[in-house]
């Protein structure tokens, strides 16, 4: 059975681009199973689309394959790489820091090659569109069991334009920001659970979250903010029934200050 493939992108599903993409890999592989991550991604938005890769590949079986295409310099002097982590997994895109922090959470970089190998490319070359003509007939042959060190030359790092923010302290006190706004407008932070004391208030401007953590989303009435540990392990600013996003007029880079009790 070939390995399962992730693809994340930031096509949107308006135009054919992500169907061009699929079919270029399964034209290779005709077997492999691609489970759809997300493509909508923000426009060209890299460091928006490394947070939910890194998010998103630990729930994959170990060996698994990620395609991922958020490329605003394709065509451009950029390298189109393959990266394999610690785990085992494979992860396939452009070299501006989208790939790293998912290579990271699998354990770290074993081993990298730049795809320069063109016989495993697809038969259409554009210099718009590296996912249909590049990095899908690549992961397509990946999953097929080509090695990664047949697809080109080897490479000692990738590239790391930007990384997350860790969280800082102050008084004494844990401080973060928010790293993410999800669909329902949930605000996610960099703060880990593990740094959290046990009884806290949350501030988020100006906004004052008492008694977190919160057990679950309707720990508090309907239309109020609440606060707790999210399914990536990270501390979230929520509110009931509502859109934290739009609530408490806070997005990407909000400031977040814990104060324990």
């Given at each position: 059975m070939p390995p399962l493939i992730s693809l994340l992108t930031d096509?949107?599903?308006k135009d054919t681009y992500v169907g061009q993409m699929k079919a270029a890999l399964?034209?290779?592989?005709p077997g492999a199973s691609l489970v759809d991550l997300t493509h909508e991604v923000p426009a060209q938005d890299v460091k928006g689309g490394a947070f939910l890769l890194w998010s998103a590949v630990e729930a994959f079986p170990e060996g698994s394959l990620h395609l991922a295409v958020v490329d605003p310099g394709v065509g451009s002097a950029r390298r189109a790489v393959a990266a394999r982590a610690r785990r085992g997994d494979v992860l396939v895109g452009p070299d501006n820091g989208l790939l790293v922090p998912a290579l990271e959470q699998l354990g770290g970089l074993a081993g990298?090659?730049?795809?320069?190998?063109?016989?495993?490319?697809?038969?259409?070359?554009?210099?718009?569109?590296?996912?249909?003509?590049?990095?899908?007939?690549?992961?397509g042959h990946l999953a097929a069991g080509v090695p990664l060190e047949k697809l080109g030359r080897t490479l000692e790092h990738l590239e790391r334009p930007f990384s997350f923010p860790?969280?800082?302290?102050e008084d004494g006190c844990p401080v973060g920001e928010v790293l993410h706004v999800d669909?329902?407008?949930?605000?996610?932070?960099?703060?880990?659970?593990?740094?959290?004391?046990?009884?806290f208030r949350v501030h988020i401007g100006s906004t004052v979250i008492e008694d977190a953590p919160h057990a679950h989303y309707q720990s508090v009435p309907a239309g109020k903010p609440l606060s707790l540990v999210g399914s990536a392990g990270l501390l979230e600013v929520s509110v009931r029934n509502g859109s934290a996003e739009k609530e408490l007029g806070a997005t990407r880079g909000?400031?977040?200050?814990?104060?324990?009790?």
């Open positions: 096509f949107g599903v399964l034209r290779v592989c990298a090659v730049e795809l320069t190998g063109s016989a495993y490319w697809g038969p259409r070359q554009s210099r718009t569109f590296h996912g249909r003509d590049v990095f899908a007939p690549v992961v860790r969280p800082g302290e669909t329902y407008g949930n605000l996610i932070t960099n703060l880990p659970g593990a740094v959290l004391p046990g009884r909000a400031r977040v200050r814990i104060e324990p009790y």
